[in-house]
């Protein structure tokens, strides 16, 4: 199947990563989210990433421009219905994801792919809830997504050779680098990445030393671009939370549990870059 025409539902900083990387790549994008302010956000935040790019010379200011135009904007469900593949961004809980795929199967085209960039729910769950679960497929990409080269394809249980081919030939076209992962709670990415920025959380709630320290042995010991409390920062706080709590629930292993330490950090709202806090301090914060 040859994919044109992209929909991208939620306009967060993966959704409207995820819209950039499509509309650069020459791909016809919808963009949606359910108030006019936050798809406002997400253009803005397509801008200021191209701006970035055209900076550097990455893209030239008319590519800048037409892949700007390439993204249109809605606030209702209703421009997807001659859509190719459908990306999910919306927040990660599952019944919220489980009843968007059931409105989508009633609006999209019957051969259309319904894909979720979610980071850790079962796949395979949210497939259930779609009348086409053969043709919904896990499209996981990462923070942040102009420069993040990896697309995890998850595979649900469902899930056909045919469409796993589609969706590895699209990354392809859009400059990332897929493989493909059988579903499982967290993938592969998330299951070990975010069991170690616990870690570091623990480490800190153990009074090992401080944030700027954590960050900087392992920068220096690891070899990680930037340390395991400033990448749960640029993740966000809630989201480590979140795919936490799924780990912990879906393995019923207690090696998942949530440092206390998130839990406190999110109970104050400090949930890292997008609140100007988390372990370490943002702009004016
Ligand atoms: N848009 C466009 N370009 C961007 C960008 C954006 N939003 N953010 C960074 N860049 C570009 C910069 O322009 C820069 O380009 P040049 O190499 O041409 O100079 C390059 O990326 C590097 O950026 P910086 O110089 O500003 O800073 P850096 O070298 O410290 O890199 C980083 C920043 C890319 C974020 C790097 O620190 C990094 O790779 N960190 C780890 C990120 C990571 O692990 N992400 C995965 C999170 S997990 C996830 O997302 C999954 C989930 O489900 C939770």
Excluded: W
Aim: hydrophobic share 45%.
């Amino acid at each position: 199947m040859e994919i044109q025409k992209v929909g991208v539902v939620g306009a967060g900083v993966m959704g409207s990563g995820i819209a950039q990387a499509f509309a650069v790549a020459g791909y016809d994008v919808i963009m949606a989210d359910i108030k006019e302010e936050f798809v406002a956000k997400g253009l803005a935040t397509v801008q200021k990433s191209l701006d970035r790019m055209a900076a550097r010379d990455k893209i030239t200011a008319a590519d800048k421009d037409a892949a700007l135009a390439r993204i249109r904007t809605t606030t209702t469900l209703d421009p997807f219905a001659d859509r190719d593949l459908m990306v999910e961004a919306v927040l990660e809980e599952e019944e919220l994801k489980r009843t968007l795929f059931r409105e989508l199967d009633v609006i999209c085209r019957g051969d259309a792919i319904l894909a979720t960039n979610t980071s850790s729910i079962s796949v395979t769950k949210i497939a259930a809830a779609s009348r086409r679960p053969e043709r919904v497929v896990g499209m996981h990409f990462f923070n942040p997504v102009p420069v993040m080269k990896l697309v995890e394809i998850i595979r649900a249980l469902q899930t056909s050779d045919e469409v796993c081919a589609t969706i590895d030939e699209v990354s392809r076209a859009i400059g990332k680098t897929p493989h493909t992962i059988k579903d499982s709670y967290g993938f592969v990415v998330n299951r070990v990445l975010i069991l170690m920025i616990n870690e570091a959380i623990n480490c800190l709630y153990e009074g090992l030393t401080e944030p700027e320290e954590i960050d900087a042995v392992m920068r220096l010991g690891a070899n990680h671009p930037m340390g395991p409390l400033a990448l749960a920062d640029l993740i966000g706080l809630d989201v480590v939370l979140n795919i936490m709590g799924t780990l912990y629930d879906g393995f019923d292993d207690p090696k998942y549990r949530p440092s206390p330490l998130l839990k406190q950090m999110v109970d104050a709202g400090y949930l890292g870059r997008k609140t100007g806090r988390g372990f370490h301090k943002y702009g004016d914060a």
